[in-house]
């Protein structure tokens, strides 16, 4: 069961522009053949691109895929702004359709991004500035052009009125130029610049004279101009918003679009549980949905429509870091800075009876932040992570220097007394005694009390056994179920004690893990950073991340990262599986080729004419609808 809507995973769903900005940030730019820099068609990270210029479409794609259809799929459970940049409001998702970016990811690269906006980047030879060069025909919707002009202006709303995430990322770039209506220069600052050319590469383009007439900063349920695929056609504020693909799209041709956004109408439906989703999917209500319930998963579509091929329930390989889920613990609490305390919280939570009782088994239990990846650490360090961890022995936790740190595993009988009585050892070495009612209280004679903040229905039957584990030991542990627009206000202003989330990090992490665990994030309204991580080793070992000037470099260093956040017991980790579980009515196709890091289901599939008349010739038992 992985959390979509939970709010790390919404980040990239919800907030699809701002996921959008951070996830096209794909890592270095190096000289491709020598050391003279030079325009070029794209930007790659540590090693050659494998398209070379002028290529005909990436090679994941049907370059003839026929246009048309309709799309129905699940959005988040409620919206009510189409501002994704900013922190403000609860974004629609499929923004990111309308905006156009200087560059477009290549979806079998790990870390390559090809000319739309711009047809070529020029990185400095000393890396501290980056030139592009604009397409002279690059058009808004309305025909207008794009211009230098609109480049420079969308950096700057956004580094200075965008979302946290987007201005810390963003905080080394000190200069936006535009000395001509088709070229802008960007320059750099510091030593942390390897990332920033793709980072702006992904920058959204937005309308200068739009949003010379419309506040930035602040909701609006106005579709903006944009310049993208794609353009808000109907829409009801948390209800749905269905986006209609543009015939006069002006980069339908481009090499990096050929074979791609080929429905001509996609619609997100919001839904206030998962149950709702479920039974919409089953009627024909949705066309597609991807399943994150084991149970429903395993028994939800015992429906005819799946037994004769009308419902088609798949399963897509993810070759993507599974990154991070958990129970995260808020340390701006006092109740939660002894790391005793939080050590002891992972020992109560039984994840082999969950999987067993309630997962059918499907997950593996997360270890590491990094999950599903080489940057994951295992065993003991490596002499080169020991380089990088050694200059901080007296400031991190002994054990960091030992095997990796990994949670306890029990027989899943949910008779885990070994490990309870661990957790409360922790707990009384940090301070906390029984009392007479039962529960743990600290010298003040305070108890130890934990709330759960959560709003979807299906973790209850996951947080009520590790609350009742919790109470054997006398934390008084409660969960408490808010509306999804309550959870975000709470989230962004970090009122809570233990939360869910689930965040990923790119193939090729950079400049915004300090936004997962830097320690100014910490204390930033509305970041990532929901444990309040301030640690000055990790600000180093990003550091060291981000200005790593290869892959083995960068490998370490996220090695030693990993190692020094799972010592410190900021989460207790929860599960993953590496592939996507999906439902969809029989009426699409796909390439034949998949893109190795995307499912692309709403960036290649295409509707086929052929299947959806005979789906729709096929009879409907039980009342289903095709």
């Known amino acids: 069961m992985h959390t979509t809507h939970t709010r790390a995973a919404r980040a990239s769903m919800r907030r699809g522009l701002m996921g959008a900005v951070l996830a096209a940030a794909v890592g270095a730019v190096l000289p491709l053949a020598d050391a003279v820099a030079k325009p070029l068609h794209g930007l790659s990270v540590f090693g050659e691109l494998k398209y070379p210029a002028g290529f005909a479409h990436f090679d994941y794609v049907n370059p003839d895929a026929p246009k048309g259809g309709r799309f129905v799929t699940n959005g988040p459970p409620t919206y009510d702004t189409f501002n994704a940049f900013i922190i403000k409001g609860d974004p629609a998702m499929g923004t990111d359709l309308l905006f156009d970016t200087l560059m477009a990811r290549a979806q079998d690269e790990p870390d390559a991004m090809y000319g739309l906006v711009a047809e070529t980047a020029d990185v400095a030879a000393d890396g501290m500035s980056v030139t592009f060069k604009l397409r002279k025909e690059a058009k808004f919707s309305d025909g207008t052009p794009v211009t230098a002009a609109d480049v420079v202006n969308s950096f700057t709303l956004l580094k200075e009125k965008g979302a946290p995430a987007i201005g810390l990322a963003l905080r080394e770039v000190v200069k936006a130029e535009a000395p001509d209506d088709h ?14 050319p793709v980072i702006l590469a992904g920058l959204p383009v937005l309308s200068k004279a739009y949003y010379d007439k419309k506040p930035f900063d602040e909701t609006s349920l106005e579709p903006p101009l944009g310049s993208g695929p794609y353009l808000i056609s109907n829409f009801k504020a948390g209800t749905y918003v269905t986006y209609k693909r543009r015939d006069d799209y002006w980069a339908k041709d481009l090499p990096v679009n050929r074979g791609r956004n080929n429905f001509d109408e996609i619609r997100f439906d919001s839904f206030r549980d998962r149950t709702a989703e479920l039974e ?8 597609y949905r991807e399943e994150f319930t084991s149970v429903s998963w395993a028994t939800g579509y015992n429906v005819p429509a799946v037994a004769d091929g009308r419902l088609i329930r798949d399963t897509l390989p993810d070759e993507n870091p599974s990154g991070a889920q958990g129970f995260f613990l808020n340390t701006r609490r006092d109740k939660f800075k002894d790391v005793r305390v939080r050590k002891a919280l992972d020992q109560v939570f039984d994840f082999e009876w969950s999987n067993k009782k309630l997962f059918y088994n499907l997950y593996t239990r997360t270890q590491s932040f990094f999950e599903n990846s080489d940057m994951k650490a295992s065993g003991n360090p490596s002499p080169q992570e020991l380089a990088l ?20 595993v029990t027989d899943g009988s949910g008779n885990n007394r070994d490990n309870l009585k661990t957790a409360f050892e922790l707990l009384k070495a940090a301070g906390w005694t029984i009392g007479p009612d039962r529960l743990l209280h600290d010298a003040k004679g305070a108890t130890l009390d934990v709330e759960f903040l959560f709003f979807e229905d299906a973790f209850e039957r996951i947080i009520l056994p590790y609350i009742e ?40 992490p950079g400049v915004e893990m300090k936004g997962y665990w830097g320690s100014q994030a910490a204390t930033m309204d509305g970041s990532q950073n929901l444990s309040g991580i301030a640690d000055p080793v990790i600000d180093a070992l990003i550091d060291k991340v981000t200005g790593a000037g290869s892959r083995e470099e960068l490998v370490t260093a996220t090695r030693a990262i990993d190692r020094v956040l799972r010592a410190s017991h900021y989460w207790v980790p929860h599960w993953y599986k590496a592939s996507h579980n999906v439902a969809y009515w029989n009426k699409y196709a796909r390439p034949a080729i998949s893109a190795k890091y995307d499912p692309g289901v709403l960036d290649t599939w295409w509707y086929d004419k052929a299947k959806a008349e005979t789906l729709a010739s096929k009879p409907a038992p039980g009342g289903e609808k095709n």
């Open 183 to 196: 070229t802008v220069i960007y320059t750099f600052q510091g030593a942390l610049v390897r990332d920033l």
């Open 280 to 287: 919409s999917i089953k009627s024909g209500g949705l066309d």
């Open 389 to 408: 961890l050694e200059p901080y022995k007296d400031k991190v936790p002994e054990t960091v220097f030992g095997e990796v740190y990994t949670s306890p």
């Open 469 to 508: 584990n919790l109470r054997k030991i006398g934390v008084n542990a409660t969960a408490r179920r808010v509306d999804p627009a309550q959870y975000e206000r709470r989230m962004k202003s970090f009122d809570f004690d233990i939360t869910v989330q689930r965040y990923a990090l790119r193939l090729t």
